[in-house]
């Protein structure tokens, strides 16, 4: 239960960090339950993705594991498992002027990240890439709770809708290793499946 109470929350600290580096006011995560008796995948050769999940607002879609719950708010969404050991938020944060760049706001959102979880790292970013477009990547470490995580940070600049946030903490497990062991694979899975678009409602 303390597991699934604390992941609960990095949720929530997921959207805050969202919303702060947007500036606008953090959401309220609405917890939705997902099918039951589904496990979760162990590898990324199992992972089985459900039903495409448009964020209209956002300008961005993707797909989710079966048997994960989805929450859609406003230009933000996070998915998680069965079980809450494995959770991840995407975020599209508009853009205010010309100076942003994708390494400022890497920076600026592990800053705000770093506020709210326990003995925060991140290693060196790197490039990687969300929907075929260019961007960075970096990974991350931290305890909540005393319940230690991993994950990795992503963010894309995708031109005129703004910049767009992917921020995933996989609970380590007792091995220590769940990241590695079938984490990442679920969460690779998730982000090689976003596809963007012009937001909906936007000038």
Avoid: Y
């Avoid at 929530?12 to 609405?30: D, E, H, K, N, V």
């Avoid at 319940?147 to 005129?160: A, H, R, W």
């Amino acid at each position: 239960m303390k597991k699934r109470v604390a992941h609960l929350i990095v949720a929530m600290i997921c959207l805050a960090a969202l919303a702060a580096c947007s500036g606008q006011a953090s959401p309220a995560l609405t917890v939705t339950p997902g099918p039951t008796g589904t496990p979760t995948p162990a590898s990324g050769a199992d992972v089985s993705l459900g039903a495409r999940q448009r964020v209209d607002a956002g300008g961005f879609s993707f797909q989710a594991p079966q048997g994960f719950a989805v929450q859609v708010h406003a230009a933000q969404a996070t998915i998680r498992n069965t079980d809450d050991t494995i959770v991840i938020a995407f975020a599209m944060t508009p853009r205010k002027d010309s100076s942003q760049t994708a390494d400022k706001e890497l920076v600026a959102f592990m800053a705000k990240v770093s506020n709210f979880v326990d003995a925060f790292k991140a290693g060196t970013p790197r490039t990687a890439s969300v929907g075929q477009l260019p961007g960075l990547g970096v990974n991350v470490t931290g305890s909540l709770f005393g319940v230690k995580n991993t994950g990795q940070i992503l963010l894309v600049d995708t031109g005129k809708a703004g910049f767009f946030t992917a921020f995933a903490f996989v609970v380590d497990g007792a091995n220590g290793n769940r990241w590695e062991t079938g984490g990442r694979q679920v969460v690779d899975a998730i982000v090689n499946s976003i596809e963007f678009f012009e937001p909906v409602g936007s000038q």
